[in-house]
Protein backbone atom coordinates (compact mmCIF):
# COMPACT_ATOMS: atom_id res chain seq x y z
CA UNK A 1 0.00 0.00 0.00
CA UNK A 2 1.11 3.63 -1.02
CA UNK A 3 0.61 6.58 1.07
CA UNK A 4 -2.75 7.71 1.48
CA UNK A 5 -3.10 11.15 0.27
CA UNK A 6 -6.49 13.42 0.95
CA UNK A 7 -7.61 15.80 -1.52
CA UNK A 8 -10.11 18.90 -0.83
CA UNK A 9 -11.19 21.95 -2.38
CA UNK A 10 -7.65 22.54 -4.59
CA UNK A 11 -5.21 20.97 -2.10
CA UNK A 12 -3.62 18.14 -1.04
CA UNK A 13 -2.55 16.31 2.30
CA UNK A 14 -0.19 13.18 3.66
CA UNK A 15 2.07 13.26 6.39
CA UNK A 16 4.80 12.68 4.24
CA UNK A 17 4.15 15.41 1.66
CA UNK A 18 2.49 18.40 3.96
CA UNK A 19 0.03 20.50 2.33
CA UNK A 20 0.12 21.29 -1.39
CA UNK A 21 -1.62 22.72 -4.40
CA UNK A 22 -0.83 23.15 -7.81
CA UNK A 23 2.32 21.10 -7.01
CA UNK A 24 3.83 23.52 -4.64
CA UNK A 25 4.20 22.86 -0.76
CA UNK A 26 2.83 25.24 1.91
CA UNK A 27 4.37 25.52 5.17
CA UNK A 28 2.75 24.65 8.19
CA UNK A 29 3.81 24.40 11.47
CA UNK A 30 3.38 21.49 13.72
CA UNK A 31 0.12 22.65 16.07
CA UNK A 32 -1.23 23.18 12.01
CA UNK A 33 -0.65 19.91 11.05
CA UNK A 34 -1.99 18.46 13.69
CA UNK A 35 -5.46 20.39 13.44
CA UNK A 36 -5.60 19.93 9.60
CA UNK A 37 -5.02 16.10 9.94
CA UNK A 38 -8.44 16.06 12.48
CA UNK A 39 -10.61 17.99 10.73
CA UNK A 40 -9.47 15.57 7.46
CA UNK A 41 -10.43 12.84 9.39
CA UNK A 42 -14.14 14.08 10.05
CA UNK A 43 -15.42 16.29 7.14
CA UNK A 44 -18.47 18.66 7.53
CA UNK A 45 -18.26 17.11 11.68
CA UNK A 46 -17.85 19.82 14.19
CA UNK A 47 -14.93 18.60 16.03
CA UNK A 48 -14.80 19.91 19.60
CA UNK A 49 -12.44 21.93 21.40
CA UNK A 50 -12.18 19.38 23.94
CA UNK A 51 -11.32 16.38 21.02
CA UNK A 52 -8.72 18.99 19.71
CA UNK A 53 -7.42 19.81 22.77
CA UNK A 54 -7.11 16.12 24.01
CA UNK A 55 -4.78 15.58 20.58
CA UNK A 56 -2.75 18.27 20.34
CA UNK A 57 -1.95 19.18 24.34
CA UNK A 58 -2.71 15.33 26.20
CA UNK A 59 -0.14 16.35 28.91
CA UNK A 60 -1.67 19.44 29.77
CA UNK A 61 -4.43 21.52 29.97
CA UNK A 62 -5.10 24.04 26.95
CA UNK A 63 -6.47 27.67 27.13
CA UNK A 64 -9.09 28.82 24.13
CA UNK A 65 -6.46 30.93 23.48
CA UNK A 66 -3.86 28.34 22.48
CA UNK A 67 -6.98 26.63 20.12
CA UNK A 68 -7.62 29.67 18.50
CA UNK A 69 -4.12 30.77 17.73
CA UNK A 70 -3.81 27.16 16.09
CA UNK A 71 -6.65 27.50 14.37
CA UNK A 72 -5.53 31.02 12.72
CA UNK A 73 -1.94 29.13 11.95
CA UNK A 74 -3.80 26.88 9.45
CA UNK A 75 -6.38 29.42 8.26
CA UNK A 76 -4.18 31.58 7.02
CA UNK A 77 -2.18 29.36 4.76
CA UNK A 78 -5.08 27.79 3.60
CA UNK A 79 -6.00 31.29 2.86
CA UNK A 80 -2.83 32.81 1.26
CA UNK A 81 -2.97 29.82 -1.18
CA UNK A 82 -6.28 30.55 -3.08
CA UNK A 83 -8.61 28.38 -0.49
CA UNK A 84 -11.89 30.18 0.46
CA UNK A 85 -12.83 29.99 4.21
CA UNK A 86 -12.46 26.32 4.52
CA UNK A 87 -12.71 26.18 8.63
CA UNK A 88 -16.19 27.00 10.29
CA UNK A 89 -16.22 28.00 13.92
CA UNK A 90 -19.06 26.97 16.32
CA UNK A 91 -17.81 29.54 18.89
CA UNK A 92 -17.55 27.99 22.34
CA UNK A 93 -17.90 24.40 20.56
CA UNK A 94 -15.27 23.93 17.78
CA UNK A 95 -14.29 23.56 14.20
CA UNK A 96 -15.64 21.99 11.08
CA UNK A 97 -13.64 21.55 7.63
CA UNK A 98 -16.20 22.38 4.94
CA UNK A 99 -16.73 20.74 1.78
CA UNK A 100 -15.57 16.86 0.82
CA UNK A 101 -12.39 15.16 1.38
CA UNK A 102 -11.12 12.79 -1.18
CA UNK A 103 -8.92 10.02 0.18
CA UNK A 104 -6.61 8.23 -2.34
CA UNK A 105 -3.82 5.71 -2.54
CA UNK A 106 -0.97 7.12 -4.25
CA UNK A 107 1.47 4.28 -4.73
CA UNK A 108 4.87 3.75 -4.32
CA UNK A 109 6.03 6.26 -6.34
CA UNK A 110 4.88 9.25 -4.36
CA UNK A 111 7.02 12.33 -3.03
CA UNK A 112 8.24 12.00 0.17
CA UNK A 113 9.21 14.74 2.19
CA UNK A 114 11.17 15.26 5.69
CA UNK A 115 8.29 16.18 8.15
CA UNK A 116 8.78 20.21 9.00
CA UNK A 117 9.43 19.90 12.81
CA UNK A 118 10.62 17.12 14.89
CA UNK A 119 8.77 16.35 18.23
CA UNK A 120 10.61 17.89 21.06
CA UNK A 121 9.86 21.46 18.86
CA UNK A 122 6.54 21.09 19.24
CA UNK A 123 6.57 20.56 22.97
CA UNK A 124 8.60 23.78 23.51
CA UNK A 125 6.56 25.33 21.47
CA UNK A 126 3.26 24.19 22.91
CA UNK A 127 5.07 24.84 26.64
CA UNK A 128 6.08 28.24 25.76
CA UNK A 129 2.49 29.14 24.45
CA UNK A 130 0.73 27.69 28.04
CA UNK A 131 2.96 29.65 30.52
CA UNK A 132 2.99 32.74 28.48
CA UNK A 133 -0.76 32.40 29.13
CA UNK A 134 -0.31 32.20 32.56
CA UNK A 135 0.75 36.14 32.83
CA UNK A 136 3.22 34.82 36.08
CA UNK A 137 6.52 35.98 36.15
CA UNK A 138 7.56 33.25 36.60
CA UNK A 139 5.59 31.65 33.33
CA UNK A 140 6.69 34.31 31.16
CA UNK A 141 10.20 33.87 32.05
CA UNK A 142 9.96 29.78 31.46
CA UNK A 143 8.09 31.06 27.92
CA UNK A 144 10.24 32.66 26.80
CA UNK A 145 13.14 30.08 27.42
CA UNK A 146 11.13 27.84 25.75
CA UNK A 147 10.14 29.64 22.77
CA UNK A 148 13.86 30.59 21.91
CA UNK A 149 14.82 27.60 21.93
CA UNK A 150 12.36 26.30 19.58
CA UNK A 151 13.40 29.24 17.67
CA UNK A 152 16.85 28.28 17.37
CA UNK A 153 16.13 24.48 16.43
CA UNK A 154 13.63 25.84 13.98
CA UNK A 155 14.89 29.09 12.82
CA UNK A 156 12.86 28.97 9.18
CA UNK A 157 9.71 29.14 10.97
CA UNK A 158 8.70 31.99 11.06
CA UNK A 159 5.39 31.20 13.73
CA UNK A 160 7.90 30.10 16.23
CA UNK A 161 9.62 33.40 16.03
CA UNK A 162 7.12 35.63 16.08
CA UNK A 163 5.51 34.08 19.28
CA UNK A 164 8.77 34.92 20.59
CA UNK A 165 7.93 38.53 19.81
CA UNK A 166 4.32 38.55 21.05
CA UNK A 167 5.62 36.92 24.40
CA UNK A 168 7.88 39.84 24.92
CA UNK A 169 4.81 42.01 24.16
CA UNK A 170 3.15 40.35 26.97
CA UNK A 171 5.98 40.63 29.43
CA UNK A 172 6.13 44.35 28.75
CA UNK A 173 2.45 44.99 29.39
CA UNK A 174 2.22 43.23 32.43
CA UNK A 175 5.19 44.97 33.88
CA UNK A 176 8.05 41.73 34.11
CA UNK A 177 9.86 43.61 31.17
CA UNK A 178 11.43 46.96 31.50
CA UNK A 179 9.97 48.73 27.67
CA UNK A 180 13.28 49.07 25.93
CA UNK A 181 14.51 45.98 26.48
CA UNK A 182 11.00 44.47 25.41
CA UNK A 183 11.38 46.82 22.38
CA UNK A 184 14.79 45.35 21.29
CA UNK A 185 13.79 41.97 21.85
CA UNK A 186 10.65 42.40 19.43
CA UNK A 187 12.53 44.29 16.85
CA UNK A 188 15.17 41.04 16.86
CA UNK A 189 12.22 38.36 16.87
CA UNK A 190 9.70 40.48 14.63
CA UNK A 191 12.58 40.72 12.20
CA UNK A 192 13.90 37.15 12.25
CA UNK A 193 9.93 36.30 11.41
CA UNK A 194 10.00 39.04 8.66
CA UNK A 195 13.07 38.18 6.89
CA UNK A 196 11.82 34.44 6.04
CA UNK A 197 7.66 35.43 5.46
CA UNK A 198 8.10 39.52 4.76
CA UNK A 199 3.94 39.70 5.11
CA UNK A 200 3.88 37.33 8.23
CA UNK A 201 1.01 39.51 10.18
CA UNK A 202 1.78 38.34 13.46
CA UNK A 203 5.30 39.35 13.31
CA UNK A 204 4.15 42.96 11.60
CA UNK A 205 1.27 43.22 14.14
CA UNK A 206 3.48 42.86 17.22
CA UNK A 207 6.54 45.19 15.28
CA UNK A 208 3.98 47.62 14.41
CA UNK A 209 3.00 47.74 17.97
CA UNK A 210 6.74 48.20 19.34
CA UNK A 211 7.48 51.03 17.59
CA UNK A 212 4.08 52.90 18.24
CA UNK A 213 3.60 51.78 22.03
CA UNK A 214 7.23 51.31 23.11
CA UNK A 215 9.58 53.22 20.72
CA UNK A 216 6.67 56.38 20.20
CA UNK A 217 6.15 56.12 16.96
CA UNK A 218 2.96 55.80 16.17
CA UNK A 219 2.71 57.24 12.54
CA UNK A 220 5.26 54.07 11.53
CA UNK A 221 3.42 51.48 13.94
CA UNK A 222 0.23 52.14 12.55
CA UNK A 223 1.52 51.79 9.20
CA UNK A 224 2.46 48.24 9.99
CA UNK A 225 -0.71 47.11 11.36
CA UNK A 226 -2.90 48.61 8.77
CA UNK A 227 -0.65 46.21 6.58
CA UNK A 228 -0.86 43.14 9.01
CA UNK A 229 -4.96 43.99 9.37
CA UNK A 230 -5.34 44.22 4.99
CA UNK A 231 -3.28 40.89 4.84
CA UNK A 232 -5.20 39.05 7.13
CA UNK A 233 -8.90 41.13 8.57
CA UNK A 234 -9.19 38.00 10.89
CA UNK A 235 -6.00 37.94 12.78
CA UNK A 236 -7.10 39.41 16.95
CA UNK A 237 -3.87 40.41 17.69
CA UNK A 238 -3.37 42.49 15.12
CA UNK A 239 -6.69 44.26 16.25
CA UNK A 240 -5.63 44.48 19.43
CA UNK A 241 -2.30 45.98 18.58
CA UNK A 242 -4.11 48.37 16.25
CA UNK A 243 -6.25 49.64 18.98
CA UNK A 244 -3.71 50.70 21.24
CA UNK A 245 -2.14 52.81 19.25
CA UNK A 246 -5.19 54.16 17.83
CA UNK A 247 -5.90 55.30 21.56
CA UNK A 248 -2.49 56.87 21.62
CA UNK A 249 -2.93 59.05 18.17
CA UNK A 250 -6.00 60.73 19.70
CA UNK A 251 -8.24 58.63 17.58
CA UNK A 252 -9.84 56.66 20.87
CA UNK A 253 -13.24 56.12 18.79
CA UNK A 254 -12.04 54.06 16.02
CA UNK A 255 -9.86 52.52 18.43
CA UNK A 256 -13.31 51.18 20.15
CA UNK A 257 -15.12 50.62 16.54
CA UNK A 258 -12.03 48.06 15.67
CA UNK A 259 -11.97 46.15 18.43
CA UNK A 260 -15.37 45.26 17.91
CA UNK A 261 -15.09 44.75 14.43
CA UNK A 262 -12.62 42.01 15.76
CA UNK A 263 -14.76 40.62 18.25
CA UNK A 264 -17.42 40.13 15.68
CA UNK A 265 -14.88 37.58 14.20
CA UNK A 266 -13.57 36.37 17.99
CA UNK A 267 -16.02 36.83 20.75
CA UNK A 268 -14.06 34.93 22.89
CA UNK A 269 -10.70 36.68 22.60
CA UNK A 270 -9.53 37.35 25.75
CA UNK A 271 -7.03 40.40 24.97
CA UNK A 272 -9.99 42.01 22.71
CA UNK A 273 -12.83 41.76 25.26
CA UNK A 274 -10.35 43.11 27.98
CA UNK A 275 -8.97 45.65 25.59
CA UNK A 276 -12.83 47.16 24.32
CA UNK A 277 -13.68 47.43 28.17
CA UNK A 278 -11.09 49.58 28.98
CA UNK A 279 -11.09 51.70 25.93
CA UNK A 280 -14.87 52.07 26.81
CA UNK A 281 -13.68 53.02 30.13
CA UNK A 282 -11.37 56.35 29.11
CA UNK A 283 -14.01 57.14 26.43
CA UNK A 284 -15.96 58.17 30.29
CA UNK A 285 -18.46 56.02 30.12
CA UNK A 286 -18.04 53.91 33.49
CA UNK A 287 -21.24 52.31 34.06
CA UNK A 288 -20.57 50.81 30.75
CA UNK A 289 -17.26 49.65 30.86
CA UNK A 290 -18.48 48.28 34.24
CA UNK A 291 -21.37 46.09 32.70
CA UNK A 292 -19.23 44.95 29.76
CA UNK A 293 -16.26 43.85 31.78
CA UNK A 294 -18.37 41.71 34.01
CA UNK A 295 -20.03 40.10 31.03
CA UNK A 296 -16.73 39.23 29.40
CA UNK A 297 -16.24 37.56 32.63
CA UNK A 298 -19.00 35.29 32.25
CA UNK A 299 -17.18 34.60 28.61
CA UNK A 300 -13.43 34.63 29.70
CA UNK A 301 -13.30 33.50 33.14
CA UNK A 302 -9.40 33.77 33.00
CA UNK A 303 -9.48 37.56 31.56
CA UNK A 304 -7.87 38.78 35.12
CA UNK A 305 -7.68 42.24 33.21
CA UNK A 306 -11.38 42.78 33.00
CA UNK A 307 -11.25 42.50 36.95
CA UNK A 308 -9.44 45.91 36.82
CA UNK A 309 -11.57 47.40 34.69
CA UNK A 310 -14.51 46.83 36.70
CA UNK A 311 -12.22 47.80 39.82
CA UNK A 312 -10.96 51.43 38.04
CA UNK A 313 -14.52 51.62 37.30
CA UNK A 314 -15.97 51.08 41.01
CA UNK A 315 -13.56 53.38 42.42
CA UNK A 316 -14.46 56.20 40.11
CA UNK A 317 -18.41 55.82 41.22
CA UNK A 318 -17.40 55.78 44.85
CA UNK A 319 -18.01 52.11 45.09
CA UNK A 320 -14.64 51.95 47.52
CA UNK A 321 -15.12 48.42 48.61
CA UNK A 322 -15.93 46.36 45.70
CA UNK A 323 -13.35 48.44 43.60
CA UNK A 324 -10.88 46.79 46.17
CA UNK A 325 -12.60 43.69 46.42
CA UNK A 326 -12.74 43.66 42.14
CA UNK A 327 -8.65 44.42 42.26
CA UNK A 328 -7.71 41.62 45.07
CA UNK A 329 -9.46 38.97 42.72
CA UNK A 330 -7.63 40.00 39.27
CA UNK A 331 -4.29 40.20 42.07
CA UNK A 332 -5.51 36.82 43.27
CA UNK A 333 -4.63 35.15 39.53
CA UNK A 334 -1.09 36.83 40.01
CA UNK A 335 0.25 37.77 43.21
CA UNK A 336 3.45 39.47 41.73
CA UNK A 337 1.88 41.17 38.79
CA UNK A 338 2.76 44.91 38.43
CA UNK A 339 0.02 46.00 36.84
CA UNK A 340 -3.02 44.42 38.86
CA UNK A 341 -1.15 45.78 41.60
CA UNK A 342 -0.73 49.38 40.67
CA UNK A 343 -4.70 48.82 40.07
CA UNK A 344 -4.85 47.70 43.56
CA UNK A 345 -2.89 50.58 45.11
CA UNK A 346 -5.39 52.86 43.18
CA UNK A 347 -8.31 51.66 44.71
CA UNK A 348 -7.18 51.67 48.35
CA UNK A 349 -5.78 55.24 48.02
CA UNK A 350 -9.60 56.16 47.04
CA UNK A 351 -10.88 54.18 49.63
CA UNK A 352 -9.05 56.28 52.33
CA UNK A 353 -6.09 53.13 53.26
CA UNK A 354 -3.27 55.52 52.71
CA UNK A 355 -1.27 53.19 54.58
CA UNK A 356 -1.61 49.99 52.73
CA UNK A 357 -1.22 51.65 49.50
CA UNK A 358 1.81 53.48 50.06
CA UNK A 359 3.34 50.03 51.61
CA UNK A 360 2.10 48.60 47.88
CA UNK A 361 3.94 51.47 46.41
CA UNK A 362 7.37 51.22 48.41
CA UNK A 363 6.91 47.30 47.76
CA UNK A 364 6.54 47.42 44.08
CA UNK A 365 9.43 50.71 43.66
CA UNK A 366 12.21 48.57 46.05
CA UNK A 367 11.43 45.16 43.40
CA UNK A 368 14.16 45.95 40.62
CA UNK A 369 12.80 42.45 39.18
CA UNK A 370 9.87 44.31 38.14
CA UNK A 371 8.53 47.87 36.18
CA UNK A 372 5.57 48.89 37.95
CA UNK A 373 3.61 51.22 34.96
CA UNK A 374 4.77 54.41 35.74
CA UNK A 375 1.54 55.99 35.05
CA UNK A 376 -0.35 53.18 36.89
CA UNK A 377 1.58 54.23 39.99
CA UNK A 378 0.85 58.09 39.20
CA UNK A 379 -3.00 57.16 39.75
CA UNK A 380 -2.31 55.93 43.27
CA UNK A 381 0.01 59.33 44.06
CA UNK A 382 -2.91 61.51 42.65
CA UNK A 383 -5.30 59.01 44.83
CA UNK A 384 -3.43 60.03 47.65
CA UNK A 385 -3.34 63.62 47.14
CA UNK A 386 0.54 63.77 45.80
CA UNK A 387 0.15 65.56 42.58
CA UNK A 388 3.59 66.37 41.95
CA UNK A 389 4.45 62.38 42.72
CA UNK A 390 1.84 61.86 39.98
CA UNK A 391 2.66 64.27 37.30
CA UNK A 392 6.53 63.10 37.44
CA UNK A 393 5.48 59.48 37.40
CA UNK A 394 3.78 60.11 34.27
CA UNK A 395 6.50 61.78 32.63
CA UNK A 396 8.65 59.09 33.82
CA UNK A 397 6.12 56.66 31.90
CA UNK A 398 5.80 58.87 28.75
CA UNK A 399 9.49 59.14 28.62
CA UNK A 400 10.31 55.54 29.36
CA UNK A 401 8.27 54.21 26.47
CA UNK A 402 5.94 52.46 29.22
CA UNK A 403 3.07 50.99 27.02
CA UNK A 404 0.44 52.13 29.46
CA UNK A 405 1.44 55.53 29.07
CA UNK A 406 -0.57 55.71 25.72
CA UNK A 407 -3.48 56.08 27.70
CA UNK A 408 -2.59 58.95 29.94
CA UNK A 409 -4.07 61.20 28.29
CA UNK A 410 -7.53 59.76 27.99
CA UNK A 411 -7.41 57.73 31.46
CA UNK A 412 -10.28 59.06 33.54
CA UNK A 413 -8.09 58.87 36.64
CA UNK A 414 -6.03 61.34 35.02
CA UNK A 415 -8.86 64.17 34.03
CA UNK A 416 -7.72 66.95 36.73
CA UNK A 417 -4.08 66.60 35.35
CA UNK A 418 -4.79 66.42 31.77
CA UNK A 419 -3.34 70.06 31.04
CA UNK A 420 -0.41 69.55 32.64
CA UNK A 421 -0.41 66.15 30.76
CA UNK A 422 -0.53 67.91 27.60
CA UNK A 423 2.15 69.99 28.58
CA UNK A 424 4.84 66.70 28.46
CA UNK A 425 4.34 66.39 25.04
CA UNK A 426 3.21 64.05 22.48
CA UNK A 427 4.71 64.92 19.02
CA UNK A 428 4.25 61.61 17.41
CA UNK A 429 0.61 61.89 17.88
CA UNK A 430 0.22 64.73 15.19
CA UNK A 431 1.90 62.12 12.67
CA UNK A 432 -0.11 59.24 13.46
CA UNK A 433 -3.45 61.56 12.30
CA UNK A 434 -5.24 60.35 9.01
CA UNK A 435 -4.85 62.84 6.55
CA UNK A 436 -7.29 65.50 6.09
Not at 200 to 211: E, I, Q, Y
Not at 213 to 238: F, H, I, N, T
Not at 403 to 410: A, E, G, I, L
Request: overall charge negative; hydrophobic content about 45%; aromatic content about 6%.
Amino acid sequence: MGELVRRFSGFSYSAQGGLQRDGKRIHLGPQARQLLEMLLESPGVLVTKGEIAARLWPDRAASDDSIDRCAYLLRKPLRDAGGEELIATAYGRGLLLRGTVETIDEGAQTLRLAPLSEPHILDLWQTAYELAGNRTREGFVRAQEAIASAAQLDPGNPAVWSLAADIAAGRAVRGFLRPAQAAEMIEDFAGRALGVLRDHTPALAVLGWARGALRGKLAEGLALLDQAVAVDPLYGKARVYRCWLLAAADRLDEGIADCEEGLANSPHDQALLSLHAWLILCAGDLERARRYARDGLELRPDAATLHLVMSIAYSLQGVHERAVSAARRAVASSPDDPLQLTVLAYALARAGRAEETQALIDRLVQDSELYAPPCFLGAAFFALGKRAEALEAIRRGLSEGCPWSSFSRVDPRFVALRGAIDGFGHPQQAEARPAG
